[in-house]
């Protein structure tokens, strides 16, 4: 079937810079998107979604990016932390808004590694 | 408010063996889903209840079946237990169809 994959497995980046970590689906009927951050023996956390309508979502130091003509997904943290070091998951649902779809499909996760 | 909670944290069995699971959404979270995590896999959709009915179901094997209690409390079994199913268990819950989902710290079975 369809799935969402990441394009990096790793990605090591200086702390205090900005990381940027990608994702591409290919379910174009695709209408929810998360972004999971999962810390070691911790479940996935919320980080941030977005739906379709969208392509433009800002949290706190994260932006979510979507491009649904390339059928792309990103997700940025400003100014990294240690703490930000995790592996990052991103996760799309289709037939969201009319409910009744399967659960979340995920890609296979980035591991943002933060350099002192 | 309390997260999900998962229970138990860890767990041990044998081949041939099978275990039950349990998850306890947020309150007044209606819906459940689970999911498997393998370092092979990834994370995999096992299935999803809402109010007390399945929904969907991913692509497993009948011997993996759930329920959900009318309190929303979410139960997954697994029957005749392989090598294979090693693995965290992850409890998803949210308030309704269409909302996000907050995940549980997961369930480490462990199959030997």
């Known amino acids: 079937g369809e799935s969402v994959g990441l394009h990096l497995p790793t990605l090591s980046v200086q702390e205090g810079d900005n990381s940027i970590i990608n994702c591409a689906y290919s379910?174009?009927?695709?209408?929810?998107f998360i972004w999971y951050k999962q810390e070691s023996g911790k479940g996935p956390q919320f980080i941030i979604d977005?739906?379709?309508?969208?392509d433009k979502r800002q949290g706190q130091r994260v932006t979510v990016l979507l491009n649904k003509t390339v059928k792309h997904l990103s997700l940025q943290i400003a100014a990294t932390q240690p703490g930000d070091s995790a592996v990052y998951f991103c996760?799309?649902?289709?037939?969201?808004?009319?409910?009744?779809?399967?659960?979340?499909?995920f890609g296979k996760g980035t591991h943002l590694i933060i350099q002192p | 408010k309390a997260g999900v909670t998962q229970t138990p944290r860890y767990l041990i069995k044998t081949r041939g063996q099978q275990v039950t699971l349990s998850c306890s959404p947020i309150?007044?979270?209606?819906?459940v889903s689970w999911y498997q995590q393998t370092p092979g896999q990834g994370l995999q959709f096992l299935f999803e209840?809402?109010?007390?009915?399945?929904?969907n179901k991913g692509n497993f094997p009948g011997r993996f079946s759930g329920r959900q209690f009318s309190n929303s409390r979410s139960e997954m079994n697994v029957s005749t237990l392989e090598l294979g199913d090693s693995a965290l268990y992850l409890c998803?819950?949210?308030?309704?169809?269409?909302?996000?989902?907050?995940f549980g710290s997961g369930t480490r079975l462990t199959v030997v």
């Open positions: 209840y809402f109010s007390e009915t399945q929904r």
């Open positions: 309150s007044g979270h209606r819906s």
């Open positions: 996760a799309e649902k289709y037939g969201y808004s009319g409910g009744g779809a399967d659960g979340l499909t």
């Open positions: 379910n174009s009927a695709s209408d929810y």
């Open positions: 998803a819950s949210s308030l309704d169809r269409d909302s996000g989902y907050t």
């Open positions: 977005i739906r379709s309508n969208m």
